[in-house]
């Protein structure tokens, strides 16, 4: 980065532009007399004070100090925008390094990103400004495809195009054809719009905290059900649901834990759950276990299922599971929901930003192949459970008896 920026401002169109901007014509390490720093880490602009220095989002900044701070696309593409490992780490080290280097308190800060994600650092720290008003306030220029409507910085009329001369109207069709959720983040600066999700915020059905009758331990009263959806490896997210059946009869997810967990630290959380939650059902997405459905009819059991037998056991506790293959593509089991969404049979907690923000990210970039979808496909197989009205005698072979098998579902 810092070799691109010395080529840009040592080329001739710089210099006519900027004729008392030069660097130093030799590469420098150490400064010494009449010389200006000029590295592949950092240079000094000749006759003036200050220097630039650059690195990559999360990389070291310590000992040095800053007048004016510029981030250029901290989020590399779609994949890392989808990690809530990812994200959070770009937030942590603005934060915690780059943000700290203000010389005297008061840099000026720039940032120029694609908004990929609604919580990517532009989302995460417009957030933060509109919560507390005595954090870092924001002056925002968007620059969308498309033009929405004029302002005063982009003086377009509605449905203009953005430099037309270098991009026509067929490659922004083009574009827009490809995925609408591409099209929105990459193209209009406007990641998760709603007025394209089936499942969008405005559609949800949100309980205030005080209208929802809690037990001693601070659960909600009603049926309490589970699901887990184990991940697969790498950046796939494990997902374990809690969901309550109220007294009226409505479902509401109480808690949503997303994670890029290893099996055996999902086993321990489920377990954990079982402990506070006691459910009466929790469905595992079984497809993954390597062991086929027949197999495990006849006896066969996964590695999965001997850690939950030996973390029961240490635990002291029976987990009511019911291991589940499908045999639906994930979509069309996510979008068997949609009806129950819409008329409030399924709802959230109204505080649903600061407890699960990431599920509700999930619902609201559905069916983008490109997005992780792991909590609705867990909360369908709850809601596809309580629908079977699935009961703990309704089969327990001998040998599941003692690993909490609550029941075998077939396939769905």
Same mark, same amino acid.
């Given at each position: ?106 840099? =000026?800060? +720039? ?7 609604? *919580?990517?650092? $532009?989302?995460?720290?417009?957030? /933060?400004? %509109? ?118 009869? =409505?479902? +509401? ?7 890029? *967990?290893?099996? $055996?630290?999902?086993?321990?959380? /489920?377990? %954990? ?140």
């Amino acid at each position: 980065m810092n070799r691109s920026v010395q080529r840009v401002m040592t080329s001739p169109e710089y210099g006519e532009i900027f004729p008392e901007t030069k660097l130093f014509g030799k590469n420098v390490v150490t400064v010494a007399e009449d010389t200006f720093l000029k590295n592949s880490e950092e240079f000094e602009v000749v006759g003036h004070a200050g220097s630039y220095m650059c690195t990559g989002v999360g990389g070291s900044v310590t000992g040095n100090t800053m007048t004016h701070g510029i981030i250029d696309d901290p989020i590399r593409g779609r994949k890392d925008a989808e990690s809530k490992v990812i994200r959070e780490g770009v937030h942590d080290w603005y934060d915690a390094d780059f943000w700290t280097r203000q010389a005297g308190g008061n840099a =000026r800060i +720039l940032i120029m990103n694609t908004r990929w994600n609604e *919580d990517d650092l $532009s989302g995460y720290l417009l957030r /933060l400004a %509109e919560e507390d008003i005595d954090v870092d306030q924001w002056e925002v220029l968007s620059f969308p495809a498309q033009a929405i409507e004029p302002n005063e910085y982009d003086h377009r009329l509605p449905g203009q195009w953005l430099w037309p001369e270098r991009y026509p109207e067929r490659f922004y069709k083009a574009a827009k054809a490809k995925s609408e959720y591409d099209w929105q983040s990459l193209y209009q600066q406007n990641p998760h719009n709603d007025a394209y999700a089936i499942f969008g915020v405005e559609k949800m059905s949100k309980i205030p905290l005080n209208e929802v009758l809690l037990d001693g331990n601070g659960n909600p009263k009603g049926t309490l059900y589970g699901a887990l959806d184990p991940s697969k490896g790498g950046d796939d997210y494990a997902a374990l649901i809690t969901l309550a059946v109220l007294p009226d009869g =409505r479902w +509401l997810v109480w808690e949503c834990k997303l994670s890029v *967990d290893v099996a $055996s630290t999902s086993i321990t959380k /489920l377990v %954990e759950a079982q402990q506070q939650y006691n459910y009466k059902s929790v469905w595992i997405e079984a497809n993954a276990w390597e062991v086929a459905q027949s197999a495990w009819m006849k006896g066969q059991r996964s590695n999965f299922e001997i850690v939950l037998r030996q973390e029961q056991a240490k635990a002291g506790v029976v987990v009511p599971y019911i291991p589940v293959w499908h045999n639906k593509p994930k979509p069309d089991r996510i979008r068997s929901l949609e009806a129950h969404f819409n008329n409030g049979q399924l709802c959230f907690r109204e505080d649903w930003a600061k407890c699960y923000r990431e599920l509700i990210n999930q619902f609201r970039i559905f069916p983008d192949k490109n997005a992780h979808d792991d909590g609705p496909d867990a909360i369908e197989m709850v809601a596809a459970g309580i629908q079977r009205h699935v009961a703990p005698s309704d089969w327990l072979p001998p040998e599941t008896v003692t690993v909490g098998a609550a029941g075998y579902d077939g396939i769905y």
